[in-house]
């Protein structure tokens, strides 16, 4: 059983969907003052409204400076702190080398890596400030470990967070700040919903626990680094994939059954 965090404050970009939504809930759950960010007031608001009343929407894109610095500014002035940040909030367009522009790769770049630059610069001041802080990002296993064709960009950006962490960790630990990172496998999310069950099935037999993660897998990892018990822990990933990069080779796979 972790130590309650229940009053303090965490940022979820990315929080409106997927394993966003997922760890907006489970924080929430815990009792937390959550901040759900999307570039879609709506979306987040919705999320937000199943927390409960301590919990709001914010929109923000957190591929622009002026959107993170108001979206750390905004849970200052709501909730009068802001102890955690889950840097969540990314894209997985796919395009293969042949086809791949430039501006595909940009888009991606700034989505997913300058955002983690931007939203942790801006979490910053009020961090250090308080004397401490958590911070989490969603990385991946593609790019940091195994590679996908289409995802080169992608990969890069995920694989670019992990560097950018080890340094930021670094850095930030006069400041008690810690910068940690969850990578998660294949986890279902309302993406996956409609690609239907063959498609799913195949997904699975890949992995070792056989079946996908779900949004709580993940939320629950970055729980635990957000957590007290967690403070001695910096600069580190943890892999949350059921297995799924161990196998050497299919014959692996097929030698379990
Ligand atoms: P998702 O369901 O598509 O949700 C993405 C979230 O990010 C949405 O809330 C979206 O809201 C928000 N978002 C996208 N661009 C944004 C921007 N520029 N500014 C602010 N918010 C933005 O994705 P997911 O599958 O949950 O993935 C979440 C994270 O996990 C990503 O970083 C992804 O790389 C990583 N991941 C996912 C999986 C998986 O199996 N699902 C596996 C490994 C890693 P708006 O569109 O309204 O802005």
């Known amino acids: 059983m972790l130590q309650s965090l229940a009053g303090k404050t965490i940022i979820v970009t990315g929080g409106s969907r997927g394993i966003g939504r997922g760890i ?16 879609n007031q709506a979306d987040a608001d919705k999320v ?26 905004a849970a200052l002035q709501r909730y009068g702190g802001l102890d955690i940040l889950c840097a969540n909030a990314g894209i997985f367009p796919a395009a293969k080398l042949t086809e791949m522009t430039p501006a595909d790769f940009d888009t991606v770049m700034s989505t997913n890596l300058r955002s983690t630059f931007l939203s942790v610069s801006a979490v910053l001041p009020a961090m250090i400030k308080a004397g401490g802080g958590r911070i989490i990002l969603t990385s991946s296993i593609t790019g940091p470990i195994t590679g996908y064709p289409g995802w080169a960009h992608y990969g890069a950006s995920k694989a670019g967070q992990l560097g ?62 957000a957590s007290e018990e967690a403070a001695y822990i910096t600069g580190q990933s943890i892999v949350v994939d059921g297995g799924q990069v161990l ?10 059954e």
Do not use: W
């Open 48 to 73: 937000a409204a199943e927390i409960g009343p301590h919990a709001s929407g914010f929109r923000a894109d957190v591929s622009q400076q002026e959107d993170c610095q108001a979206m750390a500014a």
């Open 164 to 225: 950018f962490m080890r340094t930021a960790a670094i850095e930030l630990a006069p400041h008690q700040i810690t910068v940690n990172a969850v990578l998660p496998g294949n986890i279902f999310t309302e993406g996956l919903e409609g690609m239907g069950a063959d498609y799913i099935a195949k997904m699975e037999a890949s992995i070792p626990l056989k079946r996908l993660g779900t949004v709580k897998d993940i939320a629950n990892a970055a729980l635990f680094l």
């Open 24 to 39: 907006s809930l489970r924080f929430g759950q815990a009792k937390l003052n959550v901040l759900v960010v999307s570039r």
């Open 247 to 256: 196998p050497e080779s299919l014959g692996a796979l097929e030698a379990m």
